[in-house]
């Protein structure tokens, strides 16, 4: 039962390791509601099967009185020596429950143990000092019990009493268990039971048994027979053993695995959470961004069109220009053109009127000796008007070198030789219009007769 009673425990641990994703947590059902239940379970199962064991025990010729049915018996015992390891575990299992701690002379314990193969072919112990440290440790987890439970929950019962004063012993004992006193339980202990068979001859001084630890078992006897049990129980010592309890059911590989598995789970579940709380950011950015890239786009997409806009007024402006000028230009050259036709038409005057100014009488007159000197000469040329001759002669000769064909229609720029055609041309290329012919000064003022007329 006290390895029963830790495997509760430890399922316990088990079915709400999880949290709420164990059935015994979700449900808040809570350790001491299963160690109910199954103690419920165990006191009915023992109490139907009670006739089955008076059965065996009546074939076993063990069993000397037998009860009726109007007297059933309500309570049961169990007499497992193990048991002093698992008060705990059994108080938490049957609440109800009472313990009666039998102390008996180490030695002669340890002389039972090492003979108990010889009945059951089973050795309880493998040698001398394990047998004393089983003792030590079984007497010792009692001692903490009654310090912790108190003379009401476990009651010490010296096995030099029970045999000494066997009616002492069984008032004291029916009284710690509340039930009425009656000379047939004193029958039981009429006939004495050596359970192991020890020989008479047994001695247990085996050379490889630490002294210490016998020392230790022997002296922790005589102190528990001159030292009488704690009159009440520790609080303090009851919180030690019930941690030790739940501790050792902690330890178990089950609840191992199961508290890992939770906690792999919880970390799961943290790790996972925080990998969605990073995606969730990284979306977030990755929003921000891919806005921040689209504004990008628009802004360069904005900055393109206008500057396309820019581009294309400037070109409209340029070819507006370029119109502009183009017509300037043509304008210009019609212009001299125009000028060029009217300087023309002003030299081809001035030629004529040159020619005519020769065959003068008037100009004869005048210049009398010049026509007799012309006259002697060998050309018999007339002499002219000096600078007006020689315009009129280069005149000649530009019209001639730059004759143009007749399907042409046009008239070539005029390019003159002299001071005064070039200060014409720069004058019309400044818009100022054409210059008015310079007179020679022999036009302006006649040249004296050398003749006297």
Known sequence: MGEFALSVATAHQIGAARGERSILSAMDIHAGELFAIFSQSINDLVLRHRGDLERKRTLGGRLKRRHSKSEPKTRWVDATPEYAFHICGLRNLFPEAVFVHLVRDVDSVVRSMLNFHRVTGTRLVVSEQNAYEYWLRAVKACLNAEQAYGPEVVYRLLYSTLVKEPELAIRSLLDFVGEPYSDKCLDPLGERINSSNVPPDFKSDEAATDPTIVEEARRLFAEIQETAQPSDGSLVHLADLESAFWEASVESPCVKVARLEQQLSDQERHYTAEVEQYETQLASQER?????????????????????????????????????????????KARLRKLQQELMRLLSR??????????????????????????????KQLPGYGDLDKIVADYAKWRVSRAEPANTGRTATVTTQTDNSANSGERLANGEGPAKPAIPDRLAKPTENTCGV
């Open 350 to 379: 001035v030629e004529k009127a040159a020619v005519r100014l020769r065959e003068s009488r008037r100009w004869k007159l005048v210049n009398f000796a010049a026509v007799i000197k012309a006259k002697l000469s060998p050309d």
């Open 288 to 332: 921000h961004y891919t806005a921040e890239v689209d504004q990008y786009k628009a802004r360069l997409a904005s900055q393109e069109r206008h500057y396309t806009a820019e581009a294309e007024q400037y070109k409209a402006q340029i070819a507006s220009q370029e119109r502009q000028y183009t017509a300037e230009v043509e304008e210009y």
